[in-house]
């Protein structure tokens, strides 16, 4: 609908009221609908989905058409993000917001930080979904009234050209709202408590939602140890719960991410359940590590394997022990296995940014389910420098050229911050999304936790200056000096948090007797230049 059919469509609702609905204008109202196109988390998770699923057939026919995300702990901080994405890039198609359950745990708890272990309230990531996206709305708000605040200019001064290239530019306004992909961690609970917290998810806006197999109440952070898997059954019950709430609330192309942990999970809560040999329960259990009976002992948990009596290796935990080296091919298992039951995209957790490593159990998954696609963690977990320095190192190696001036165990030393190797590893670094999303069916590349890392490092930088010699100039130069330079919004603080959009509202509420804040007085007209 254009600009001038919302206007006519508002003037048609306002006519039968006309005598008594005093001071209501069309156009007004035109305006505060195009500014709150979405009512609904439920509007946004159908919308969204929609967004995905065309990214994910143009991935199909191109690889080099992958998307990305980084991680957001506030709504501000997404609501920025996408702001700079449509400034930098004129758009926001193929980028998302990544909802990290990590940084729930640690910056939104009311426990207080907390590791990586779904102990936080399940109820704040459901919450923060929904704070993202009343911070996206506000971005939206905010940019088309500065538009029709300049189409009021251009009205006013009888430019009729540049008012209908702002009518045009609202007619084709591109929204902030794009879709998150959200982690509920291993379901914080049974299938039923996954079902109902995936509803929530689902209602305040989410899309897409990432859930892992690990268990429960023993969940880790996928780049620490302590990793305990669940049985295929298990978590695919958890997947249907999911699939199951996006189609009751009628989001039937909602995305389930399905993340295995078991490269470096070597541990099994419970023997999977087995009909009959071969069945994906008998799967699970061929990768136990078991010892062949000679004499039962008190207490012993057993197992057949063959014809033979085995006894898996029990811990004092009571976990189960997996044997050595079989995480890849139990990482194979649990993607085709997801894919085959309603998941749409994997995520395997490993525990280096490797291409070739990657790619090496993608071609194994699309020997049987063609089209798989990832999800992948561009983690800060990784010591990025210093894992690519050791590729390229190792590859030189291979090729027999002289590496004598480098130390292997050494190289993230600022030493070799200039040399030829550091060189092609950054080049690597900087190419790694696009040459993985070409080889290793990467279809969304994320950073899970950059917004943390970016916030404790800016604050560190101006708390340095300002609390040291630099003074007051630590602000003004390393700060607001480089936010109007760099024509970053929020140097206008006052109109970030709404006070324009609250002055329109004043205007059209009570006409010329408004009290607006935005007059000559206000000390934001410095930054107008």
Request: with cysteine.
């Amino acid at each position: 609908m254009t600009y001038q059919q919302s206007i006519t469509e508002a003037a048609g609702a306002i006519e039968p009221f006309r005598q008594t609905w005093d001071g209501i204008e069309a156009e007004s109202v035109a305006r505060m609908r195009l500014q709150n196109r979405f009512h609904t988390g439920l509007d946004i998770a159908r919308y969204t989905a929609k967004i995905m699923r065309r990214d994910m057939a143009a991935y199909d026919a191109d690889p080099a058409a992958y998307t990305q995300s980084l991680g957001c702990w506030h709504g501000f901080i997404g609501q920025q993000k996408l702001i700079s994405i449509k400034k930098h890039f004129g758009t926001t198609k193929g980028r998302y917001l990544y909802l990290s359950g990590w940084m729930v745990a640690a910056l939104r708890s009311e426990f207080g930080p907390l590791p990586d272990q779904s102990m936080h309230e399940k109820t704040s990531v459901p919450a923060l979904i929904a704070e993202l996206y009343t911070f996206l709305k506000q971005a939206d708000a905010r940019e088309l009234g500065m538009m029709f605040r300049d189409l009021d200019k251009a009205r006013e001064e009888g430019n009729a050209v540049e008012a209908q290239r702002l009518q045009q530019a609202i007619d084709n306004y591109e929204t902030h709202v794009v879709p998150i992909v959200a982690d509920i961690d291993a379901g914080f609970g049974n299938a039923e408590a996954t079902y109902l917290l995936a509803k929530k998810f689902i209602e305040a806006g989410a899309c897409c939602i990432q859930i892992e197999n690990q268990v429960s109440d023993e969940k880790q952070c996928g780049h620490q140890d302590g990793k305990v898997t669940v049985p295929h059954e298990d978590f695919l019950a958890k997947i249907r719960a999911v699939r199951y709430a996006f189609m009751e609330l009628g989001v039937d192309d909602g995305v389930i991410v399905a993340r295995t942990d078991s490269l470096g999970a070597g541990l099994t809560k419970q023997i999977a359940y087995t009909r009959e040999k071969g069945d994906i329960g008998d799967q699970y259990n061929a990768f136990l590590d078991c010892e062949e009976v000679t004499e039962i002992g008190h207490g012993d948990v057993l197992i057949t394997r063959d014809g033979k009596l085995m006894r898996p290796k029990r811990l004092p935990s009571n976990l189960f022990q997996f044997r050595t080296g079989t995480g890849e091919d139990r990482c194979v298992l649990d993607c085709i296995t997801s894919l085959q039951h309603g998941a749409d995209l994997l995520w395997i957790e490993t525990e280096k940014p490797h291409i070739e490593q990657i790619a090496g159990m993608v071609d194994r998954i699309r020997e049987v389910v063609p089209n798989a696609k990832l999800v992948y963690n561009n983690s800060p977990s990784f010591n990025w420098t210093l894992n690519f320095r050791q590729q390229v190192f190792d590859r030189w190696v291979e090729e027999g050229r002289d590496v004598a001036a480098y130390d292997r165990a050494k190289l993230m030393s600022v030493d070799y911050d200039g040399t030829e190797l550091a060189a092609e590893a950054d080049e690597k670094i900087r190419t790694f999304q696009r040459d993985a999303a070409a080889r290793a069916g990467i279809f969304h590349h994320l950073i899970t936790l950059p917004t943390y890392h970016t916030a404790a490092l800016s604050t560190d930088n101006l708390a340095k200056e300002y609390f040291g010699e630099a003074g007051m100039l630590g602000y003004v130069k390393n700060v607001q000096r480089a936010e109007i330079r760099q024509g970053i919004a929020c140097v206008k603080h006052q109109n970030m948090s709404g006070s324009d959009i609250g002055d329109d509202h004043k205007e059209y509420f009570a006409g010329e007797a408004a009290l607006k804040a935005g007059g000559i007085h206000n000390t934001m007209n410095q930054f107008a230049a």
